[in-house]
């Protein structure tokens, strides 16, 4: 019934509590991002509740809505949960509430979630997910269980890489740039990001050797799209498994993962320091 591989001390876990109807009200499933902690949370209420989460009207999905071009989860979202809160299981025995990026609650809606956690219902079990489980506040923490899930070993996501149909070559960069995320594997495999990923990979090699202001109009680019923060995880894995070939890299590496901490941080200006980066590279 886990469609997730690994995670075994977690699934155990969570079968005794299934079988012995011994739920707690509200879970934190915390770990690197896209490793499988959604998955798992799914999982674990279809095995609940013995029939699949997806579509199941006692399952309340709340994460931003990035569809409509939000990035945050605000208190109008959590008004919505208020009715489904509100009512009994129309099939039971339990709701779920499932938080997908818990860390991204603006603080109306963290005092709005927090209300509805102090008032536990033993039929609704909350489930918050989160890869920066420090800018959660510390409130909503407190009420929670905190289940950590950690990136998986090489030996479960080759075996999981090898499972699709990519050469052997692009086997190894994937495994290379995995980090243990069997649900970025699926994911690059799924949306066919792989050629994207060598684009990404080709410019930022590339960079170095370009005019000034090439590289400040990349910069603003990718901030304009909005996907920096995801290119610089990708580029700060492919320049660690290139630090002992290249002797430039360990330069590149130090600025980058300052980039990476400033780019967590939404009270500096992504955009200047991605301008930066780029300028002194």
């Not at 209420?45 to 006692?58: E, I, T």
């Not at 799924?190 to 930022?204: M, P, R």
């Not at 993962?257 to 941080?265: F, H």
Request: glycine share 4%; charged share 25%.
């Amino acid at each position: 019934m886990w469609s997730v591989n690994g995670f075994t001390k977690q699934k155990k876990l969570f079968e005794r509590l299934v079988d012995e109807h011994a739920l707690t009200h509200a879970y934190l499933f915390y770990g690197p991002a896209m490793i499988g902690k959604r998955s798992f949370a799914l999982d674990l209420m279809s095995k609940a509740n013995d029939r699949p989460a997806s579509n199941d009207p006692d399952v309340f999905v709340l994460e931003p809505k990035v569809e409509e071009g939000e990035s945050n989860i605000y208190v109008e979202n959590i008004r919505n949960l208020k009715n489904f809160l509100s009512r009994r299981p129309l099939n039971g025995p339990y709701k779920f509430v499932l938080v997908d990026y818990a860390h991204r609650i603006t603080e109306e809606g963290a005092n709005a979630l927090l209300k509805a956690l102090e008032e536990p219902n033993p039929q609704t079990v909350f489930i918050l997910i989160s890869d920066q489980v420090g800018t959660i506040p510390s409130t909503i923490l407190s009420r929670c269980q905190q289940i950590l899930f950690t990136a998986h070993p090489d030996s479960i996501v080759k075996k999981f890489v090898e499972s699709f149909d990519w050469n052997k070559d692009d086997q190894e960069m994937i495994l290379t740039l995995a980090g243990g995320r069997l649900g970025w594997v699926q994911r690059t495999h799924d949306a066919k990001h792989l050629s994207e990923i060598k684009k990404s990979l080709a410019q930022f090699q590339a960079l170095s050797t370009q005019p000034y202001f090439e590289r400040f109009a990349y910069a603003q680019a990718i901030h304009d799209v909005g996907n920096y923060k995801e290119l610089i995880d990708l580029w700060l894995r492919w320049l660690r498994s290139h630090a002992i070939k290249d002797s430039s890299v360990p330069a590149k590496l130090s600025n980058l993962l300052a980039l990476y901490e400033l780019s967590q941080q939404p009270q500096y200006n992504h955009r200047l320091a991605l301008e930066h980066f780029f300028l002194s590279l």
